[in-house]
């Protein structure tokens, strides 16, 4: 079967930086996505990882170990409208050769002044 | 930059009701995926297409149907309509290592 994990909640101080977990088991996978999104707004594309390592984008930096089905987010200099969900996607390969995303429930982070 | 467009954003519709909802893709993206995002849930993948061709399906109701046109827009067609189907709609297209969302349609069903 297919199963994602992410912590439900987070909280973190203003200009700290934090970590947001996702664990994963799916078969055939192809990659893993990380967005953000806002409440009663889209999902916000921040990153893919699809090789081992660490992938940084400004502020935001997102790592991948295929071996332990495990990436994280880490999330620097925080700001207030960081205080967000983030959602862990990874995509599964089909035998059609086509994928889809299974997302996790998302971690809501709150940003504290 | 274009983004995904989406139409219409909002929509009210009495049980039993059809619906249609459009998609306008980012242009030169060759996949359409369709999502719906319930009150306090993740998005749910539906139903993607590649190339105009339907590429793979989810968890999307026999009631659901959608296609993807020449000019590569993609409708989602939702009939019978039942209280549960209230939710956010998700339209995303993408090439192999992004995939963009559009602002999403909420449906009601009353």
């Known amino acids: 079967g297919q199963n994602i994990d992410q912590p439900t909640e987070m909280t973190a101080t203003e200009g700290a930086i934090v970590q947001i977990n996702c664990t994963y088991q799916t078969s055939g996978f192809n990659g893993l996505f990380w967005y953000q999104q806002h409440a009663g707004e889209a999902p916000t594309f921040l990153s893919y990882?699809?090789?081992?390592g660490l992938e940084e984008k400004g502020r935001f930096s997102s790592f991948l170990s295929r071996s332990k089905g495990y990436s994280y987010l880490l999330l620097k200099e925080l700001q207030m409208k960081d205080s967000a969900s983030y959602l862990c996607?990874?995509?599964?390969?089909?035998?059609?050769?086509?994928?889809?995303?299974?997302f996790g429930a998302g971690t809501r982070l709150a940003v504290h002044p | 930059a274009a983004g995904v467009i989406q139409s219409p954003r909002h929509l009210i519709k009495e049980k039993r009701e059809t619906a249609t909802l459009k998609c306008y893709p980012i242009p030169r993206h060759d996949t359409v995926y369709w999502y719906q995002q319930g009150p306090g849930q993740d998005p749910q993948f539906l139903i993607s297409?590649?190339?105009?061709?339907?590429?793979d399906k989810g968890s999307i109701p026999d009631r659901f149907s959608a296609q993807q046109f020449s000019d590569y827009h993609s409708e989602l067609n939702m009939s019978s309509l039942e209280l549960g189907d209230s939710a956010l709609y998700f339209c995303?297209?993408?090439?192999?290592?992004?995939?963009?969302f559009g602002p999403g349609t909420r449906l009601t069903v009353l």
């Open positions: 996607a990874v995509r599964t390969l089909f035998s059609g050769g086509y994928n889809k995303l299974i």
């Open positions: 995303a297209s993408g090439g192999y290592n992004e995939q963009f």
């Open positions: 297409f590649y190339e105009k061709m339907q590429s």
């Open positions: 990882n699809v090789l081992d």
